[in-house]
């Protein structure tokens, strides 16, 4: 009787589990719904005594229904204000420089120069002298103090940009004999000097630049003046004796690269700030138009929707009411100790499955096409099986399970689930056993009397219930028959 019995340990199938929570999809729907509807009520209520509280804070600060509100200027607006006023003086500035400046307004490719080659004879003195004296006569030409002798001379040039337009440059003559003869160049290292009595001859020039030939011309007349007076002075402050002798003076047209970038600079710098300031322009205008001049801030009581609010804590509510439910069948498949599949039923209880009954005659639930449509993917093709048909295959098995015993012609049908639903089922299931007796329904596990029964019958068929009868009691009742010798022909589960 026990040739079935062995060790078995029970593995869960997910698909199973899966399945087994989706047939109970109306629970889940139904918890879904009462959480949605908690959470949603409890939001609404909530809202709303916030707002009630908000509004008799508001009236105990103010005394009044509604509060004032504090209107600002827009900080974005008055950025944007701040930064075009800056960069407009500076375009401002840049446009009365460009106009009213000198040398904005000088031809760089036709410069009127003027060159005044100056020699310094000191004598017999050491070269340490000699550089002296020409570095002090290259910081009074290039310190300001030669540009402000030529404004006083002459003030349509400003004085800054008339040290701008002087220059100078010194150079120390090699001995080459004891004659010299003038030849003034553009460079002054081809100066020669003659009978000048001095071994050592040193030359500077001074380089002026005028906005037109007569001013030029003035400008060289008083450099002249201001170097001969800053000679007598230099000699006294030093203590050295010297003489300041002009070799040359001319005055030229030429080419200065320098003005002319200079000037480039200026004119870019007026363009960048000019596409700044209709930039800064355009981005205020779009902030007005977004955001307004004004903005009201710190004193409004804003108040939410307790309607919206509550919709959207009910979407909440509809999915954590799905997990809620998921969980809680989950545990009930786990732990209920229920018959929940028969893939493996023969190695579980040690009985053959002679059949399974899915379909339940003139049974309607309200959306029982969802409960089909869940049966159909699980079951595949078993699942087009009538109900009439999968009790004749019950049948047959049960037919071929009893001839295989010689002489067996009663059967007692027992079991763990409800009787009165078994009874439907036994009559419908005797009217397809031709020549087998079979029993009315007998719960042995829980009946003293249907168990002294048992010795008069040739066989047992068990009928259980999927998700009702008990595996442990099913196990129960198996070995109660067994330990009887009474044959176990199989067992049939609706």
């Not at 209520?45 to 827009?74: P, Y």
């Not at 209920?336 to 379909?359: A, C, H, N, V």
């Amino acid at each position: 009787m026990n040739e079935y019995q062995e060790p078995y340990e029970k593995e869960i199938s997910l698909m199973e589990l899966l399945f087994f929570c989706l047939k109970k999809w109306r629970w889940i729907v139904a918890a879904m719904l009462v959480v949605a509807v908690l959470a949603g009520v409890y939001k609404f209520q909530s809202t709303v005594s916030d707002n009630q509280a908000k509004q008799e804070a508001q009236l105990l600060e103010d005394g009044e229904e509604e509060k004032g509100t504090e209107v600002i200027s827009n900080p974005n607006v008055e950025y944007y204000e701040m930064a075009i006023e800056n960069w407009q003086q500076e375009l401002d500035d840049l446009r009365t420089y460009i106009d009213s400046s000198v040398i904005m307004q000088l031809e760089p490719y036709h410069l009127d120069t003027g060159n005044l080659s100056f020699y310094v004879n000191a004598g017999d003195v050491r070269e340490k002298v000699w550089d002296t004296l020409l570095s002090a006569y290259e910081e009074f030409a290039t310190d300001g103090r030669l540009a402000a002798a030529l404004v006083e001379a002459n003030d349509s040039i400003s004085e800054s940009e008339m040290q701008y337009l002087v220059s100078f440059e010194g150079v120390k003559l090699p001995v080459s004999g004891e004659n010299y003869e003038i030849e003034d160049g553009s460079d002054p290292s081809t100066i020669r000097v003659t009978n000048l009595g001095a071994d050592k001859p040193n030359v500077f020039r001074i380089q002026i630049t005028a906005d037109n030939e007569e001013n030029c011309v003035e400008y060289m007349e008083a450099a002249k003046e201001a170097l001969t007076a800053y000679s007598a002075e230099l000699g006294s402050r030093l203590g050295v004796s010297h003489e300041l002798l002009i070799l040359s003076e001319s005055q030229t047209e030429r080419i200065d690269q320098e003005i002319q970038t200079y000037q480039n600079g200026i004119l870019n710098a007026y363009s960048s700030a000019f596409t700044q300031v209709k930039n800064l322009q355009t981005e205020l205008d779009t902030v007005l138009e977004e955001e307004g001049a004004t903005i009201e801030v710190g004193t409004t009581v804003t108040y939410e929707n307790p309607v919206s609010e509550a919709v959207k804590f009910a979407i909440i509510g509809l999915v954590l009411g799905a997990f809620l439910a998921a969980f809680v069948l989950v545990v009930v498949y786990l732990m209920s100790g229920k018959l929940q599949s028969t893939d493996s039923f023969r190695e579980e209880f040690g009985m053959p499955l002679l059949g399974q009954i899915t379909k339940h005659p003139h049974k309607k639930r309200l959306f029982g096409f969802i409960d089909n449509w869940f049966q159909r993917i699980e079951e595949g093709a078993y699942a087009d099986i009538t109900y009439e048909e999968q009790l004749k295959i019950a049948a047959a098995n049960l037919k071929t399970a009893a001839s295989k015993e010689q002489g067996l012609k009663k059967v007692m049908l027992a079991g763990t689930m409800s009787k009165d639903e078994a009874e439907a089922f036994r009559s419908m299931l005797a009217a397809e056993l031709d020549g087998i007796e079979l029993s009315s329904y007998e719960r042995i596990v829980f009946q003293a009397s249907a168990l002294e029964e048992l010795d008069s019958y040739d066989g047992v068929v068990f009928l259980e219930k999927k998700g009702a009868s008990y595996a442990k009691l099913i196990k129960k009742e198996r070995d109660l028959v067994a330990d009887r010798d009474v044959r176990i022909l199989g067992v049939v589960v609706l």
